[in-house]
């Protein structure tokens, strides 16, 4: 007889220490080669036991030697790793040959340092087009398989090493209980900019303590992903480094074999975690001021919602009047139009919140003082109805300002 079981997100996460088995690092090398040895860039996360692992990558065609690399790893038939290891500050991208060979060696410098007979995992974020500067990612490597521990502050060090223009440590952690034993999946993420749907410049990495094969874990994360990280949009760009990685350890001794309720709840756990870090990554966007939270429904296939909601999401025309506060619905009218999804205006329902913009096409004028104090909120919703059908998609998006393109005219 199956047990009802209940998955949380707890309260005041850590990071990857909340997660049984697993060690953590994250030092200073001056990979960016400025000289401010004050900015961690470099971090080493390891498990006690051999893990099975499963990512999610970038579909850019101009695709980091990193991701060439997990990719090559994980497809090894009952592949197991020993952990990860990741560099912001450069991303490794377009770099032909040497980029690749810079990634392999990233791996086998964590596996020799750390004493491990298994292959890392390797990510990482930073600038496109340029080398790595090996000399200090060996000696980053080399200081950090010698801090490797289990404590907050190392895994907090880890958290902020991966992180580019990000303004604060991303972390999310969900457990569940089972058979008096508790079940933790933790995570980590970084992204602020290039952020648009399949995936962004993040990158995104989640533990657990539970026993899963790989097939497990990569039907899970697909999953999750599909629902979280592939409905955001900060600026509508497509990264070449995207990575979202989740490895098991089995340190709990619970197996998603156990029973079928399991892998039910294990799956929530990751779309939980993942979900929370997708939130934090739209609500750090650069240079925004506002999340809101788009729902697109009635539509005849998740299809259709999911295009209206990527253009009314990407419009630059919307984003900009959100930064501005201003209540233009005309903008995403406009805009889910030119998705072409056969839009009616006599049934199309637009609010802001609770509050009736436009009702069977009709504008609901009266409510403008209303809309005025929503729109000037941090986080709103905007709910637009097709009355058409019964499908829907939900996009986490932001605004858009002046001081986004000052901070990104040059880098």
């Given at each position: 007889m199956s047990q009802a079981i209940t998955v949380q997100l707890i309260d005041t996460p850590k990071g990857i220490s909340?997660?049984?088995?697993?060690?953590t690092s994250g030092v200073s090398c001056d990979i960016r080669e400025n000289g401010d040895l004050s900015r961690l860039d470099l971090a080493l996360i390891m498990s006690e036991q051999p893990?099975?692992?499963?990512?999610?990558?970038?579909?850019?065609?101009?695709?980091?030697?990193?991701?060439?690399?997990?990719?090559?790893?994980?497809?090894?038939?009952n592949a197991k790793v020993a952990g990860l290891v990741v560099n912001s500050g450069n991303a490794n991208a377009a770099t032909a040959t040497q980029g690749r060979l810079d990634a392999a060696e990233m791996s086998k410098l964590a596996e020799h340092e750390t004493g491990s007979d298994l292959p890392f995992l390797v990510c990482s974020t930073g600038r496109i087009g340029r080398t790595l500067p090996m000399d200090k990612i060996k000696s980053g490597i080399t200081a950090a398989s010698k801090i490797l521990a289990v404590d907050p502050i190392s895994s907090?060090?880890?958290?902020?090493?991966?992180?580019?223009s990000d303004t604060e440590r991303k972390v999310a952690t969900a457990q569940f209980q089972y058979q008096n034993k508790t079940v933790t999946v933790a995570g980590i993420a970084k992204g602020a900019g290039m952020i648009e749907p399949n995936m962004a410049t993040m990158l995104a990495f989640l533990t657990t303590d539970l026993n899963a094969p790989s097939s497990t874990l990569k039907n899970t994360l697909t999953q999750a992903c599909d629902k979280t990280f592939n409905r955001i949009s900060i600026d509508g760009d497509m990264s070449t480094n995207d990575t979202v990685l989740l490895l098991a350890n089995g340190d709990s001794g619970i197996s998603t074999k156990d029973a079928p309720d399991l892998l039910q709840a294990f799956s929530e756990a990751v779309l939980l975690v993942c979900d929370s870090l997708a939130e934090k990554i739209v609500g750090d966007g650069e240079k925004v001021t506002k999340l809101v939270e788009l729902v697109v429904e009635g539509?005849?296939?998740?299809?259709?919602?999911e295009k209206v909601a990527r253009c009314v999401g990407n419009s630059l025309l919307v984003?900009?009047?959100?930064?501005?506060?201003?209540?233009?619905?005309?903008?995403?009218?406009?805009?889910?139009?030119?998705?072409?999804?056969?839009?009616?205006?006599?049934?199309?329902?637009?609010?802001?919140?609770?509050?009736?913009?436009?009702?069977g096409g009709i504008p609901q004028?009266?409510?403008?003082?209303?809309?005025?104090k929503i729109v000037a909120k941090k986080r709103f919703r905007i709910t637009l109805n097709l009355n058409q059908g019964k499908e829907q998609f939900r996009l986490l998006a932001s605004d858009l300002s002046e001081a986004y393109v000052a901070f990104n005219k040059s880098e």
């Open positions: 909340d997660c049984p088995g697993f060690k893990c099975d692992a499963a990512g999610v990558f970038t579909l850019n065609d101009v695709c980091a030697a990193p991701v060439h690399h997990c990719k090559e790893v994980l497809a090894q038939s907090a060090n880890a958290a902020d090493a991966i992180l580019t539509c005849k296939s998740q299809n259709d919602a984003k900009t009047s959100w930064y501005g506060s201003d209540p233009n619905w005309g903008r995403l009218a406009d805009a889910a139009g030119y998705a072409r999804v056969g839009l009616k205006e006599e049934c199309f329902d637009i609010h802001y919140d609770d509050v009736p913009a436009l009702i004028d009266t409510n403008l003082e209303q809309w005025k």
